[in-house]
């Protein structure tokens, strides 16, 4: 029974993409598409356990969805040569099964649409195609879940009632969607990585995903160099995965980590998607913080890492697509690059009303106020930091730094 159990588990955190795309591909209803899916993983919990788990089951979970929305249509007395298109296209697509990420990628540029208001964009790629739910969006995107779940529902019914395409888009439009798929991605990506390793069930699996789905953008759309650029930025980060936690499951700092740890074939991975999307001369976000990682990742040859680069790079992105985040992460390379009158500098521009509740800001504080001996003021900041942080280890690593203060 448990066997069974963590294969449906196991099917819903990897396969809920590709069967959400394929559902909803006939019927550009991903609300019903979506509720299919839940029914036939509930059949799945009833009737796995009794009758064994099925040699392929990815397919099952489908046909049985597949069998609950004609369930559905029937009973809604859809018109007969409605039901009869409707089966032809699905098909058609359990003969391309195999075209299954050409699928989710139509739905992604679905649901980055210009009809769809671009505030809801990235939270429904999220939910529909990675299968996050309406809390844990609503969490990270600091709305309320019960707002977030009534945006999420109204922009599926306007992509059902509008007709929105479930297709790539033209050429020329193609430049402003993909920013959206691509911000969606990494959205994604940094929900994982904000996790502590192992600490949630799926996360790490999330990640795989998100950088699956980069995998299948960047070979889908192969011209656009930030789409090689954000998958380069994910690969030079999830290198770096095992060496973010000790052997007691302790938070490990960047400049702390043990370099043997990190990937060595992801990095070289990384390393050619970021010389493809340079090839193209043109600036890109993702390819700025692409290569900001990749000098980290020198460190894994060199023993040293490279500040003089760093800034260069933290000053070209902040120029060119300024945030709080670059900012923020800005002040942090100065503090470990030992400049501490230009990461003095660079916090009191960051504009205090924006970071209230923005972690990663009352960490640089922190660590800059330690180094210029404010002490009081940098356990203030430490507690700020701590109240903000979820994850365990991170936060026993803030305790010990705010508690050494005392032994100064």
């Not at 769809?116 to 600091?142: N, V």
Request: hydrophobic share 45%; aromatic share 6%.
């Amino acid at each position: 029974m448990d066997r069974a159990r963590d294969t449906v588990e196991k099917a819903a955190r990897q396969s809920h993409g590709r069967l959400l795309a394929i559902l909803a591909a006939g019927s550009r209803d991903i609300a019903a598409a979506e509720e299919a899916l839940s029914q036939a993983f509930m059949t799945a919990v009833e009737l796995w356990p009794q009758r064994g788990i099925p040699s392929n089951p990815e397919a099952w979970l489908l046909t049985a969805a597949r069998n609950a929305m004609h369930n559905v249509r029937r009973y809604n007395a859809v018109r007969a040569d409605a039901v009869l298109e409707i089966e032809r296209r699905y098909e058609e697509l359990a003969a391309l099964e195999t075209a299954i990420p050409d699928e989710r990628l139509k739905l992604l540029f679905a649901c980055a649409h210009p009809t769809i208001d671009p505030a809801i964009r990235t939270p429904l790629m999220l939910q529909a195609i990675l299968g996050m739910e309406a809390m844990r969006i609503a969490d990270a995107f600091l709305v309320a879940p019960a707002t977030m779940s009534q945006r999420l529902v109204r922009a599926k019914t306007k992509i059902r009632e509008t007709g929105v395409p479930f297709a790539l888009p033209e050429p020329e439009d193609l430049p402003s969607r993909l920013e959206h798929v691509l911000d969606a991605i990494y959205a994604a990506f940094g929900t994982a990585w904000d996790e502590a390793p192992g600490a949630q069930v799926g996360m790490a699996d999330l990640a795989q995903e998100a950088i699956y789905l980069g995998r299948i953008v960047a070979a889908l759309i192969p011209g656009h160099p930030e789409a090689h650029g954000l998958l380069a930025l994910m690969l030079y980060c999830e290198a770096r995965r095992p060496a973010r936690r000790d052997g007691h499951g302790h938070f490990v700092p960047l400049d702390r980590q043990d370099t043997r740890l990190w990937s060595r074939d992801l990095i070289i991975e990384a390393e050619r998607h970021l010389t493809t999307a340079s090839r193209f001369r043109t600036f890109g976000r993702f390819q700025c913080e692409a290569a900001i990682q990749s000098v980290h990742a020198q460190r894994a040859i060199t023993g040293t890492t490279n500040y003089a680069a760093l800034g260069t790079l933290y000053d070209l992105l902040l120029t060119r697509a300024p945030s709080i985040g670059v900012m923020v992460s800005r002040v942090a390379m100065l503090i470990s690059a030992g400049d501490l009158a230009s990461a003095l500098h660079a916090l009191d521009q960051v504009p205090v009303e924006r970071v209230a509740n923005y972690q990663p800001y009352w960490v640089a504080r922190a660590r800059l106020l330690v180094q210029t001996g404010a002490d009081g003021a940098a356990a203030e900041a430490y507690d700020r930091a701590i109240s903000l942080t979820r994850d365990g280890a991170t936060a026993s690593f803030l305790r010990t730094q705010r508690e050494a203060l005392g032994s100064r």
